[in-house]
């Protein structure tokens, strides 16, 4: 998939997507931020930070900074109300713009499912956080009954190229979490691993806390 595709698609959508998400996605995004434990005058980073649905529920004398290479996302985030303090770039998750050690901690919610290469994005936000920092992630996942992973095999050829709804969001409906939290030999240490499962193949999701382990 062409960056610029994405870019497209995602250009698109910008205008549907909260709606969109609220009616396949919904999931309250305070318990993800809350989980990061921040302190007044840390940086966090708010990695593909889209339309902006994490950033209410950042608190009060937070620097967030949200990246994200669609213009037109960035556009919706700017709309929302937010007691952080947000500063926004158009970036690349897989080609951060930011030096080693440069956050406090991050948040990814519903991102590296949508991302071309998961494991080099999981990996540029484990160099630009620090040591120790706290990474929380809510995603789509993988199902963990085989049942349910049939209906997702159907669904992912024509969500990852046409996407779901049609043109609006490109996704990987077997982003599979064991294979990039347990397999990749990334420097992480899980902290909390919550999957929801449903009979659903749309609802199932992850929610994980990892720290940075590195060096």
């Keep these: 998939m ?3 595709q994405v870019i497209e698609t995602y250009d698109r959508g910008a205008a549907d997507y909260d709606a969109i998400m609220k009616r396949y996605w919904h999931i309250e995004r305070e318990p993800l931020i809350a ?6 005058g840390q940086i966090v980073l708010d990695a593909a930070v889209g339309t ?3 950033l209410s529920a950042y608190p009060e004398g937070v620097n967030v900074v949200g990246i994200d290479f669609s213009e037109k996302m960035l556009n919706e985030a700017r709309k929302k109300h937010v007691s952080a303090d947000i500063t926004f770039n158009i970036s690349d998750l897989c080609n951060l713009d930011f030096p080693d050690n440069s956050f406090d901690a991050a948040a990814s919610g519903f ?3 949508v991302v071309e290469d998961p494991v080099l994005a999981l990996k540029e936000i484990l160099r630009v956080t620090k040591p120790g920092a706290l990474i929380a992630i809510l995603d789509y996942c993988k199902s963990q ?3 349910i ?6 669904i992912a050829d024509g ?3 046409l996407g779901f709804p049609t043109g609006k969001i490109k996704w990987d409906a077997l982003m599979d979490y064991d294979e990039l939290i347990y397999n990749s030999k990334l420097t992480i240490e899980v902290l909390a691993d ?13 929610q994980f806390l990892l720290k940075n382990s590195k060096g």
């Design 194 to 206: 919550d999957r929801t499962d449903s009979p659903n193949p749309f609802l199932c999701g992850c």
């Design 111 to 113: 991102t590296l499912c």
């Design 145 to 147: 009954d085989p049942e």
């Design 2 to 4: 062409q960056i610029n």
């Design 149 to 154: 992973q049939k209906w997702q095999e159907l």
């Design 35 to 40: 989980s990061l434990q921040l302190q007044p």
């Design 52 to 54: 902006g649905l994490n």
């Design 159 to 161: 969500s990852s190229q």
